[in-house]
């Protein structure tokens, strides 16, 4: 076995065995971290049993002491919608709403626009979420996306943006 990669899947194992207890937030990093540690993301099932110098899913479940299914689940998580997403939503994190956008869409069928557009009307859809904290939240990813727009439409999008203000500034006055 190669050394590094044997520290590597050692420490994700130490590190995921004590963030098991920690609810949500523990689950992206536990998604994230066997999904780092891992050779075999998809398929690693009884066929693999032969490969015993093989890092899978499944080996990794069993040593931290996880159903397999429940960390496949963390790792699609992580890979197919959480690192999608702007960081602001990253920081607010509702794993409820990224695991209904991949139970209800094919994972690798979507574009991280879609992830994220998905992820975002799943939120809206839960109970407490009012669209204007949705609206607010995405407004902060605004500056992120506007660093890639080239010169015509950043123009565009500017005048988009004085069109709402103007709205703004309208309903502000009555």
Request: net charge positive; aromatic share 12%.
């Given at each position: ?13 130490h ?14 990093e ?6 780092d ?28 002491g996880?159903?397999?299914r429940t960390?496949s ?22 794993w409820t ?47 992120y ?9 950043l ?6 943006l ?13």
């Open positions: 076995m190669d050394l590094q990669k044997q520290a590597i899947w050692k420490k994700a194992i590190d995921c065995k004590l963030l098991i207890m920690d609810g949500s937030k523990a689950k992206i536990i998604g994230k971290r066997a999904y540690a891992c050779d075999i993301i998809q398929g690693g099932g009884g066929h693999w049993s032969n490969h015993k110098n093989q890092y899978t899913m499944s080996h990794f479940a069993r040593d931290i996880m159903n397999r960390l689940s963390y790792v699609y998580v992580y890979i197919y919608v959480y690192k999608f997403l702007p960081k602001v939503y990253q920081d607010d994190f509702n709403a990224a695991y209904k956008v991949l139970k209800f869409h094919k994972p690798q069928e979507l574009s991280p626009i879609e992830v994220e557009v998905k992820y975002l009307y799943t939120l809206h859809q839960r109970p407490g979420t009012s669209p204007s904290s949705l609206f607010i939240k995405y407004l902060k990813t605004l500056d996306e506007i660093q890639k727009l080239d010169f015509k439409n123009a565009k999008a500017k005048d988009e004085q069109k709402l203000m103007d709205k703004i500034d309208e309903k502000l006055k009555n």
